[in-house]
């Protein structure tokens, strides 16, 4: 057995309801893991979390959360999260390390009056809030393996690994800034090391790559720098994630077909995250 991957939001920047974006979705980020032994984990809580939330029946084990960053869009379903309003739930929310504030009062900037009407602190749930610099921990059965990588803000990508079976998630991501990813040296390019070898890559592909001059040094990837990165990582299975919201669902599958012909021998997939997507990576 392997990990059980679910797609609960693939989108970017901000929510894009409407028939147009129907067939990808229109949540902001939000995966789910399923480890070998039941062990749910998270990463990000955009709008995907919403309904993540109420489709799942919830037991004993706690509810772990890994937050890549604090931009809106990762962090905006999180009250809607309803396993947050079970006073039976333990749900653990990790996130990037800052010297200043602690976790809780940051993501208390945007859960507060009068943005928010309900305190993140009053929570009924049994919520703990912690954060990680690049380290390494078990979860479980699995490990886990955080690191900062480029984008604006500080931003985590993470690398799961359980029973053999990696899936390393970089949803916001500019690995090509400065530099080109076919020439530069390995400790150089961002997230590189996070990703080596892994059987699942989620990658930033927000842009084509006739519109990412015009946006470098936001924080994302072009869809053929997130291919070349791949390759240079020797991933096996890649899924472009983070659509732009003004990529509708012809636009996507325009890019879809671009990039799956770009599969080869050793990275063997390459396709787009939609909402409700599910799978195993055995």
């Not at 084990?61 to 999260?81: C, E, N, S």
């Not at 472009?240 to 012809?250: Q, R, V």
């Amino acid at each position: 057995m392997g990990i059980r991957v679910r797609f609960w939001g693939a989108r970017g920047s901000i929510p894009t309801p409407g028939a147009a974006m129907a067939r990808y979705g229109g949540n902001t980020a939000c995966v789910e893991l399923t480890l070998s032994d039941g062990t749910e984990v998270i990463l990000d809580a955009g709008t995907g979390i919403r309904e993540l939330g109420l489709a799942r029946e919830r037991g004993p084990k706690p509810i772990h959360v890994l937050l890549t960053h604090l931009h809106f869009d990762h962090i905006q379903g999180l009250m809607f999260f309803a396993p947050l309003f079970n006073p039976d739930c333990e749900v653990r929310v990790t996130g990037p390390h800052d010297r200043e504030r602690p976790l809780l009062d940051r993501l208390a900037r945007y859960i507060s009056a009068p943005l928010a009407p309900v305190e993140i602190r009053e929570l009924p749930a049994q919520v703990d809030f912690a954060t990680t610099r690049t380290a390494t921990w078990m979860l479980g059965p699995a490990r886990i393996e955080a690191c900062f990588v480029n984008h604006r803000g500080p931003t985590l990508g993470y690398r799961i690994t359980d029973a053999g079976v990696s899936v390393c998630y970089l949803p916001d991501h500019e690995p090509a800034l400065g530099q080109r990813l076919d020439r530069g040296e390995d400790e150089w390019i961002s997230g590189l090391a996070l990703a080596r070898d892994a059987d699942l890559l989620i990658h930033d592909g927000q842009y084509t790559e006739a519109q990412y001059p015009a946006h470098a040094g936001w924080g994302h990837s072009s869809v053929p720098d997130a291919i070349a990165f791949a390759r240079r990582a020797g991933v096996r299975r890649l899924a472009l994630f983070h659509h732009d919201p003004g990529h509708d669902d012809a636009a996507l599958d325009r890019l879809a077909a671009d990039a799956g012909g770009q599969a080869e021998a050793t990275l063997e997939r390459i396709e787009l995250a939609r909402d409700g997507a599910a799978f195993e990576v055995a």
